[in-house]
């Protein structure tokens, strides 16, 4: 039994490696062929280390960082050969694709690169942690209540942009000896203000539903998964009424660790097609799009997993439901948001429709929800987080001139060489 699983390995790596070299060829070819970087050009990198399986944590802030590249242009550092393939497909950003640490250094050293912004915990992230004389700052891949937003991994960029009140409280609570005040830098979700993709059916009068779990987790505490537990109860429900439409977007790693998982992912997106087939009006969406945004703006109702997906629909100001994880050993965060949200546990998920409903009528569900929203976006008027963006980065750029000024103040007060000492003695 071993033998087979060491073989299975075996080929799954040949497969990855040629797969890669594949994609090195590819990305190679595409940047030879395209504009070259101009040099000294670019003030801000992001920083991106992950391959294509995690290029929503980029996407989500193209927009955003489209926008500020017209007061500082922007470059993405992707060192993985199927995230630049994939960053080069989508053609969003400057793509500089940096493998090695020769590259990567190859590369700064023609740029005036003074922010450099992180989207995820990758640990190569601590490859460009070296080069001193820029700020490295880590503006994350979303908002939740998750471990992950309270690592202490935050100790080792200069700043952090956070999203609002509910973020400053909980790094406050678990961060020991961290300077809150000067390193975490509120700015709401920019994201929000750019939402994108087009609606992939005609409105009508059904109750719209996103349903968006996350991923099965790789380990009890991170079991927040509900496709298994949940996903297929609710769906089948919604499906059955004739009065809903389902938008159906799992997780792009559902099915990775576990096979049942999996297995559930594929028998929804089948009930979504023969549905459709017996009823084309209905219009039932599998969303797999590199797009986030008209998801959580078109639906009615939101139901999530624990995930940044909760947040992203907090920002929306939108209705919503949380799966409450059948694992007991999965980690609940209940000092925020979920102290107070309405959740949908897996014996509950056959009444989706009663409970949809509840929350769309329920006054005191409305206005817990405001509350929450302000707490942990703050203003949410169109435009707003996108300004307070633009201002961070302009107070790191400030404070980068500050200090550059300073760095060379000292170096001109210092003597240039022993035999000068020696000489004026």
Known sequence: MALVSDGRKAIALVRKAVRNRSAVIDVRRTQSAGPQHPPFHYRVAVYF????????????????????AKTWPVVVLSRSATGAQALLADDALPVAFVPTVRDLERFISTQDIRVVLYVNQNTRN????????????????????????????????????????????????????????????????????????????????????????TWEGDRPSAHYGSIVTHGEALVAALLRTGRHRVIYRPHPRSGVVNAEYGAANRRIIAALAAANAADPAAQHVFDDGPDLGWQLSAADVAVVDISAMVYDRLAADRPLLITRPADPAAAIDTHGYLSACEWLTAAGAPDIVAQTERVLDDPDAVARLEQWVSRYFGDTTPGAATARFHAAVQRLMDEWDAWYARSVDERDDEPEDEAELDDEG
């Open 49 to 68: 280390a992950d391959g294509a399986v995690n290029m929503y944590q980029m996407r989500q802030w193209y927009k955003p960082l489209a926008g500020l």
């Open 126 to 213: 601590f490859q460009m942690f070296r080069y001193g004389r820029r700020w490295h700052v880590f503006i994350n891949h979303g908002e939740s209540d998750k471990m992950y937003m309270t690592t202490n991994q935050y100790k080792a960029y200069d700043y952090a942009m956070i999203a609002g009140d509910a973020a400053r409280e909980r790094l406050s609570r678990v961060l020991w000896d961290y300077d809150l005040d000067h390193r975490a830098i509120a700015i709401g979700r920019p994201q929000a203000d750019h939402y994108s993709g087009a609606l992939p059916y005609t409105p009508d009068d059904r109750t719209v539903v996103l349903y968006a779990p």
